[in-house]
Every structure is written in C-alpha cells, then in structure tokens.
C-alpha cells in the first residue's frame, strides 16, 4: 500500500527579535505582504467622498463670489450705461425737436426723418455694446483718453470716445448748424 504523504507547507521567517520596544514601528522591516489594495468588490468612498467635497466647495465658492462680484459688475456696467444712455436720448431727442420743427416743410422733414430712423436702428441697444466695442468682461476695447488730472478715465470719457455715438454727435452737430439752432438753450446754468 502506497502511503499517502501531504504536502510540506514551507514555514514563514521567524519574527525578527529586537530590545527595541518601538522596533515594529520604525524598523527598516522588509515591506508587509499583506494586501492594501480593496477587492474589487468592495469600492472605496474616497472618490464619491471627494466629489462631494468638490461639489460642494464649487458651490459654496459660487455663492460667496456670486454677492461680491455680480453687484460689483452691475453697479459698474448700470453706470456706465445710464452715461451712454442719456448720450443716445439726447441724439434722438435733438433728431426728434427738428423733426417736429419741420412740420410745415415735409420734403425736409422727410430727410430728417430717415436719419431719426438711421439713428434708431444704429443706437440700439446690440450695436452699442457689440463685440466690436466691448469684450467679453464688459470693458470697452476702443482707445478712450483720461481727461482727469491723473489720466484716470471716467464713463463721461467713455461715452464721448464711443465710436457710435461719436458718429451720431457730429451729424447732429452738423443738423443743428443747417438749422441754425441753439442748443445751449438746454445747458444747466
């Protein structure tokens, strides 16, 4: 009969022997060969847990920026489109006066007329702030002088260098000239 032997299972190094109490932590000991890796059953929360956090910083970070930074570019873009706003009424109030002025001569109420409405489609709204004028941040791209005592410029000096409105100023200029008007009857005293 054929005895039946098992198999030698080869026995592990025996622990290393140290007077170091703490020689099992800071030992340069040959690396564990127990698994640090998960199996692939069992996921680890840390990159749920990480997209959370950066969810939740991203919303956090928007919230706290939005207050600050959409009133700052309101408060600044409101102002700097009342400046341009009053500079575009009055073209089209000074237009509208001659207009109404000319009633009784309608061949040259007429020609006034379709610079009124040349005017109107030009100063609108799309084609003051176009991409050709400002840039994605808001901030005008055409060259704008200072006239303060430091050069610093204001929304006054931004209006007056808009190429637009610029345009529309020197045809009203020549209108009030042909018409002989005076317009320093409106200036504030």
């Known amino acids: 009969m054929i005895a039946h ?28 060969t127990a698994q640090t890796t998960l199996p692939i059953n069992e996921p680890s929360d840390i990159p749920r847990i990480r997209s959370i956090h950066s969810t939740n910083g991203y919303r956090d970070g928007i919230s706290s920026s939005k207050t600050r930074f959409i009133q700052e570019g309101f408060d600044e873009g409101y102002t700097l489109s009342a400046v341009l706003g009053l500079r575009i009424g ?3 109030g000074v237009l509208e006066g001659i207009c109404s002025a000319l009633f009784t ?35 005008w791209i055409f ?17 007056d260098a808009h190429p637009v409105i610029g345009k529309w100023r020197k045809i009203i200029e020549r209108e009030v000239e042909k018409w002989g008007l005076d317009l320093r009857v409106f200036e504030e005293r």
């Open 5 to 32: 032997q098992s198999p030698t299972i080869p026995s592990s190094p025996p622990p290393p022997t140290s007077t170091n109490d703490l020689s099992d932590i800071f030992s340069s000991s040959p690396p564990s």
């Open 90 to 92: 009055y073209i089209l």
């Open 105 to 139: 001569k309608p061949a040259k109420q007429s020609r006034v007329r379709k610079i009124l409405g040349d005017a109107k489609q030009e100063l609108r709204m799309e084609n003051v702030f176009s991409r050709d004028l400002f840039g994605e941040d808001g901030i």
């Open 143 to 159: 060259h704008v002088e200072g006239r303060e005592d430091d050069g610093d410029v204001t929304f006054k000096d931004v209006a």
